[in-house]
């Protein structure tokens, strides 16, 4: 890591610090038990960027402990997506269930059609492209959910704490960065120190966005993002997503 580039070493010294201060405070407001996959993703960052910290940056060891800890990562990133699904429609566990089956099938298909169509073409350069590849699939199965969630809140007038409110929005914005950055990244890499540079910079802003926003009383404060609806249409619209998901809560049981 000493043979980084000052500007994001000083970037990787200023995240730690803030995945520190936010892993403390979610544990001192008990907010880990609520959004654990959450809180797990961020010890996991945490340690990761501790330990890529204590590694030549250019020696030999780097590429294979970025992959390793890199493949943590992105599982943690599907954890979070079937979390946010779960603490967004907490009330409607019928569609919470569909949600979550249908993104742990897609996740599983699209990375095991990856890895035919790897084998069948012309293979990446290395191991570190492969996972980057792998990565790449993965991240935007996923941005398909972050969009179907956010889209459901504008449009849907369901009524969320403010955790789940700033949780849900800081999350989509370092996402939607993220798949962004993957996506020119595998173009070529000539971009790639720019890239590090702007990811380091958003999930910063991101992890202060959630140091301000999470605490206890955000667990009790409730919030409406999106749309707002007149008294009837509303009533009439959380009606029928309320039928539905007890359709679906009966199906279920059969």
Not at 129 to 153: G, N
Request: one cysteine or more.
């Amino acid at each position: 890591m000493l043979q980084l580039p000052l500007d994001q070493l000083l970037l990787v010294v200023a995240q730690a610090a803030l995945l520190t201060a936010l892993i403390v405070r979610l544990w001192s407001a008990r907010l880990q038990r609520i959004y654990p996959f959450f809180f797990g993703y961020l010890t996991a960052d945490l340690f990761r960027t501790l330990i890529l910290s204590a590694i030549p940056f250019r020696g030999p060891a780097y590429p294979y402990v970025w992959v390793a800890t890199e493949g943590i990562i992105v599982c943690c990133y599907v954890l979070i997506v079937i979390e946010l699904y779960r603490v967004v429609l907490r009330d409607l566990p019928g569609i919470a269930t569909i949600s979550r089956r249908y993104i742990t099938g897609t996740v599983v298909v699209a990375t095991l059609a990856t890895l035919l169509v790897l084998r069948l073409e012309e293979k990446p350069k290395n191991y570190v492209s492969t996972s980057l590849v792998i990565e790449r699939v993965i991240v935007f199965s996923l941005v398909l959910f972050i969009l179907l969630v956010s889209v459901f809140l504008a449009y849907y007038p369901i009524r969320l704490n403010r955790n789940v409110a700033s949780y849900s929005i800081g999350y989509a914005v370092f996402f939607l960065i993220k798949a962004t950055a993957l996506f020119v990244r595998t173009l070529g890499h000539y971009v790639t120190p720019q890239i590090s540079t702007i990811l380091l910079i958003v999930s910063s802003a991101c992890l202060l966005f959630w140091i301000l926003m999470l605490n206890k009383q955000g667990e009790i404060r409730t919030v409406v993002i999106g749309h707002k609806w007149k008294s009837d249409d509303e009533a009439r619209i959380l009606s029928k997503l309320k039928d539905i998901n007890a359709y679906l809560v009966g199906a279920g049981k059969k």
